[in-house]
């Protein structure tokens, strides 16, 4: 009889031990949540201040963003550039995307991104032109979100890049 209450006892305390054990585990993985949730966002906002910092600093690029690509025509070197800036940006886009869907990142990091490419950059034919480049690499979910959100119903489809003066951006 004392032999099975004690057995009773271990189990209990055993059950009690794995009960605890369970939600310590259950707590660590949240604050290991939060704590990735924090380092994308810190990374993400990163990304945005070293961006600044080097415009800010770069009196050459801090030029060439301060021209309205629209009307001024850009020399060969400048339009590379102005290419590979809006690259970083549509890259950019993509991966706080990507981690705002995952619950990764809040969707103000997403916002912020956005609204800097509405400023126009997206629907000049250089950036028509990089974002049919990129397109077929994105899903339908995606691709349906960017065109919503920056040609708001635009035929971007049939862009044809023989046509336009894209086919010659990089020249």
Request: proline residues 2%.
């Amino acid at each position: 009889m004392m032999e099975n209450t004690i057995i009773l006892a271990v189990q209990v305390i055993a059950a009690f031990g794995v009960v605890v054990s369970v939600f310590y585990l259950g707590v660590q993985v949240s604050q290991q949540n939060k704590i990735t949730k924090a380092q994308f966002g810190f990374s993400l906002t990163q990304r945005l201040y070293d961006r600044f910092f080097q415009t800010a600093t770069n009196p050459a690029f801090c030029n060439l963003l301060a021209r309205d690509w629209a009307v001024e025509e850009l020399d060969s070197s400048q339009r590379w550039q102005a290419g590979m800036y809006i690259n970083a940006l549509l890259v950019d886009i993509f991966d706080t995307y990507d981690k705002s869907e995952a619950g990764l990142v809040d969707a103000s990091q997403l916002d912020m991104r956005i609204n800097l490419l509405k400023t126009g950059m997206m629907k000049l034919p250089i950036g028509k032109m990089l974002w049919n480049l990129w397109k077929p690499t994105r899903s339908n979910e995606f691709i349906d979100w960017f065109e919503l959100q920056l040609f708001e119903g635009e035929e971007i489809e049939g862009f044809d890049l023989r046509e336009s003066d894209a086919s010659t951006q990089f020249r």
